[in-house]
């Protein structure tokens, strides 16, 4: 049985929580991303690009059992970084937990400036697509 | 005259504050300057005493509103040198300028197999408007290569130039990388071969002398906000014979002298391609943009600029895997650069929670990315009131910045 996404968010909301300046939560986020597998070069497709981003996001998502797996990639690390997050919230779920998931561990990690339409590394394109994949998994 | 940079920081309200817990260091400059207090002023002034429709109300208000507004155009006149108040058209910015020449001496003028240059530096702004006429028109757009350092090639633009080139479109100064154009040449070729020439000023307007008439420029287009006034406010000069001839291009109120349902005559310039209300207040700000520049010396002010470049390309050139894009022995105060196996944005992403706010990714110039095989790079771009301190700081911040990354 895998944690809820409830529990994921709690987790990283706790791992952040131990860090008291930016320059160490962004290590953290750089480090997240670095280790974060690339995704193969078969699946950074025109199609999986994530649209409205200032560096290519990779978006790829496959129906195993009756769960969703995400894979991702980015050219900039510290968007790999967060896209490592929402992936370890996100993956390993049913298309309607998906669905219904609030997201609030952004904004508590303080991480919500990333959210906004200017910053344009589409973790908001992100968060959409993700959820985009889970309708249309739900819908077949 | 040399500068109190202290004194002229403390015009500009915006610059005294925090970002992130450091002080903020504006580095964004190409994209838009900052307002010092006396346009701000204005700008509140107008709207807090003088608030009225121009051209129109016989009233006190209207009357004040209209002679503020027209004391701008005034202004801008004498600022490029040019021959008179009335080919001054004002729109919303050089977008709108470049569109405007496009929809009305374009439409008038080009033809099918026709040929306008534009060169591998343009602004999107100044490739699109171009590239839709000349589908309409069945028009052809060619471009004037830049080498490596990003300067254009003139062998290649006299190779290009033919009867057939219609219209000549070239920023003066290169957003993205900073180069400036030798502009004088380039007209004085164009005019040889029988084409006009459209500048877009964007980049030059705040950091250049602008004569439009020693410089023989057909059309000549700018944005207020990138020379310290507000937004929403562009320029666009042209030659009296070539405005004249100029279909009108939107339709409404102002640009009429007369409307009936068999007909319309049209108003003379510059309200001939003024349809409907302007942006009367940022017009009226833009006047106390204009006195600020010229109260203090234009050239102390170019001088501090390229000192700023000058050290921050030299400090810059200490960082190891840091390339420097855009060489251009004349250059504005602009530095493009990209770093060895690190993206652009995550720079700009940790230089914002240093405080420092820099432009990371295409610049809207897309092609020229595309010359140089880049997706993008960080710009830092210079105003007057930045300092040495600053550009230590940015320097100092970037190294970590990249630390971190690497
Ligand atoms: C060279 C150049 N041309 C055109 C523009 C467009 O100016 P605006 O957006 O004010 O219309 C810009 C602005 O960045 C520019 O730098």
């Not at chain 2, 580095?27 to 204005?42: E, G, L, R």
Request: glycine letters at 6%; charged letters at 20%; aromatic letters at 8%.
């Amino acid at each position: 049985m895998t944690q809820s996404i409830q529990e994921t968010q709690e987790e990283l909301i706790e791992e952040f929580g131990l860090f008291d300046d930016w320059a160490d939560k962004y290590e953290y986020l750089i480090d997240l991303g670095k280790k974060l597998p690339s995704l193969s070069e078969e699946l950074k497709t025109e199609e999986n690009v994530i649209k409205g981003c200032q560096s290519r996001v990779w978006l790829h998502a496959k129906k195993q059992g009756d769960q969703i797996i995400f894979e991702a990639d980015s050219e900039a690390v510290i968007v790999k970084g967060l896209i490592s997050m929402l992936i370890r919230v996100l993956s390993n779920h049913t298309a309607e937990e998906i669905m219904k998931a609030d997201l609030y561990f952004i904004d508590q990690i303080g991480m919500s400036q990333h959210l906004a339409q200017t910053r344009s590394n589409g973790l908001l394109s992100m968060v959409k697509q993700m959820k985009n994949y889970a309708l249309a998994f739900s819908a077949k | 005259m040399t500068l109190d940079i202290q004194k002229i920081r403390a015009d500009f309200p915006v610059l005294d504050q925090q970002v992130n817990g450091s002080p903020l260091i504006y580095f964004d400059n190409a994209a838009t300057t900052q307002k010092p207090k006396s346009v701000i002023d204005a700008l509140s002034h107008y709207y807090a005493s003088d608030n009225a429709n121009i051209h129109r109300g016989i009233h006190a208000l209207a009357e004040r509103a209209t002679t503020a507004f027209e004391l701008t155009r005034t202004k801008i006149k004498e600022f490029i040198n040019a021959p008179s108040s009335d080919q001054i058209i004002l729109t919303a910015g050089t977008t709108g300028s470049i569109n405007l020449v496009a929809q009305t001496f374009g439409r008038a003028n080009f033809s099918k197999g026709d040929k306008i240059l534009i060169s591998n530096l343009e602004h999107h702004s100044n490739i699109v408007p171009w590239q839709m006429i000349a589908e309409e028109k069945g028009a052809i757009i060619e471009v004037i290569p830049v080498d490596e350092r990003g300067v254009l090639d003139l062998v290649a633009y006299r190779n290009l130039l033919d009867a057939s080139v219609k219209l000549v479109a070239l920023n003066h100064v290169s957003n993205a990388i900073g180069t400036i154009n030798p502009i004088a040449e380039m007209i004085q070729l164009a005019h040889a071969h029988g084409a006009k020439v459209m500048i877009d000023g964007a980049q030059s307007i705040a950091h250049l002398d602008i004569d439009v008439q020693a410089l023989d420029i057909d059309f000549f287009a700018f944005s207020a906000h990138k020379l310290f006034g507000p937004t929403g406010v562009g320029v666009l000069f042209g030659k009296r014979e070539l405005l004249e001839s100029m279909p009108p291009y939107q339709g409404g109120g102002e640009m009429i002298k007369e409307v009936s349902f068999e007909g319309t005559t049209y108003n003379e310039l510059p309200y001939k391609f003024e349809a409907g209300t302007p942006n009367i207040a940022d017009v009226i700000a833009f006047s106390a943009a204009i006195d600020y520049v010229n109260a203090l010396s234009k050239e102390a002010l170019f001088t501090q600029e390229l000192a700023l470049l000058a050290y921050a390309t030299e400090q810059l050139s200490t960082i190891p895997g840091l390339r420097i894009i855009g060489t251009a022995p004349e250059k504005i105060a602009v530095i493009s650069f990209v770093m060895d196996g690190i993206h652009p944005q995550d720079l700009g992403v940790l230089l914002d929670k240093f405080g420092i706010a820099i432009r990371t990714g295409h610049h809207c110039v897309q092609p020229l990315m595309k010359r140089f095989g880049l997706p993008g790079t960080c710009r830092a771009s210079f105003a007057f009131y930045n300092t040495f301190e600053e550009i230590d700081l940015f320097v100092k911040a970037l190294r970590r910045s990249i630390n971190m990354l690497q």
